[in-house]
């Protein structure tokens, strides 16, 4: 079974204990719950033999009351640790209760926890004591980079490491092209792009450091295809999506995947948070093509495609043994244009690492057991 890190609130910093020449126990725990003990028959001898010789309560004067020794150590755990990015409502939310229920480690993150969110925040810790989750609420802001890096951190300090991103925070502008002014643009790709490579950037020294790790991008059949009227999400879609795939060849050689879920039409509340373009003056003289992006909306919010079919096909990357998952997953209504584009480009991509000589470096390799 793959061993990873559990998240220990009480946990010091790092193994600095190991490193009192008269405390050997710690140097054999950490031995034993390295990544490079491999050998399960010595992890289940080692770690029990640990207990027996951990030194006395009385002699860790550093402990806060209640908390055993062993507390001060990161200790093994199956759970894999999952962070999940927009986690308040639609996708997110399904994602991370299905994970949560599945034995991961999971994180919901969101902005707002304490104002706009509390009440999804309060739901996501009720649900957790209810059912005994590791599941919990987090502070998280993909626009902001402190935001960012203050949870990340939190996470790997608590666990030890990070084994799955999902990337699914995004919004939607649906009007004409026109009619969107730069700010509100860049805000779109700040989100739905730039908040992508923040995430990233965040979480690969932790997975690097593993050898492993799954970074997963919840685009759009609108990463693919192009529809009048949500041409700044579809460009921003379009954009993850090259981004994610660079990153799939990258680092490959590192042990990490990257993965792209393209849905098609599911009304869930992101529909809520459709943005018309703040200078509709601009759609002057389009005469029917200005209620195109109605039009759209309409059939969309009467999608009766079921959310959950995004959070099982999630869980089934994660479980699908590393190097063994598609760049691509098309998933739900729509018809067959997008997996159509996706088997071409598959088949030039190849083409094109072959004739530039790095196909060899662009294929994965495991370098340590794990999510992958």
Known sequence: MPRAGSCHPERSEGWHCAKDSKDRSAEILQIATSSHAQDDTLYYFVVPLFLLIAPARKNRPDLRPGASALSFYPMPSPQQVVL???????????????????????????????????????????????????????????????????AVSEVVAKCGRSDVLVNNAGFGIMDLAESVPLVQAQR?????????????????????????????????????????????????KFAMEALAEA??????????????????????????????????????GYGATAQVPEVLEAKIGSSRADPQEIADVVLQII????????I?????????????????????????????????????KTRASGVG
């Open 247 to 284: 990153y799939r060849y990258e680092l490959a050689s590192q042990g990490i995947d990257s993965v792209v879920i393209e849905p098609g039409a599911y009304a869930t509340p992101i529909m809520e948070k459709l943005e018309r373009g703040e200078d509709p003056g601009r759609k002057t």
């Open 188 to 236: 779109q790709f700040d989100t739905n792009f730039f908040g992508v490579l923040r995430m990233n950037r965040a979480v690969l020294p932790a997975m690097k450091r593993q050898g492993s790790g799954l970074l997963l991008h919840v685009s759009s059949g609108a990463g693919r295809l192009v529809i009048p009227g949500m041409g700044l999400y579809c460009a921003s």
């Open 328 to 364: 691509r997953y098309r998933v739900g209504p729509g018809g067959p244009g997008v997996e159509r584009i996706n088997a071409l480009t598959d088949e030039i991509q190849g083409q094109m690492l072959e004739a530039f000589g790095i196909a060899a470096l662009a294929k994965f």
């Open 84 to 150: 999940i990015t927009g986690a308040s409502s639609g996708f997110g939310r399904r994602i991370a209760e299905t994970l949560a229920r599945k034995n991961y480690q999971v994180f919901a993150t969101m902005r707002n926890v304490n104002g706009r969110n509390a009440a999804a925040a309060r739901e996501i810790r009720e649900l957790a004591e209810r059912e005994s989750l590791a599941l919990q609420a987090l502070e998280l802001d993909v626009t902001d980079d402190a935001s960012v890096d203050r």
């Open 319 to 326: 479980e699908t043994p590393a190097g063994q998952r598609r």
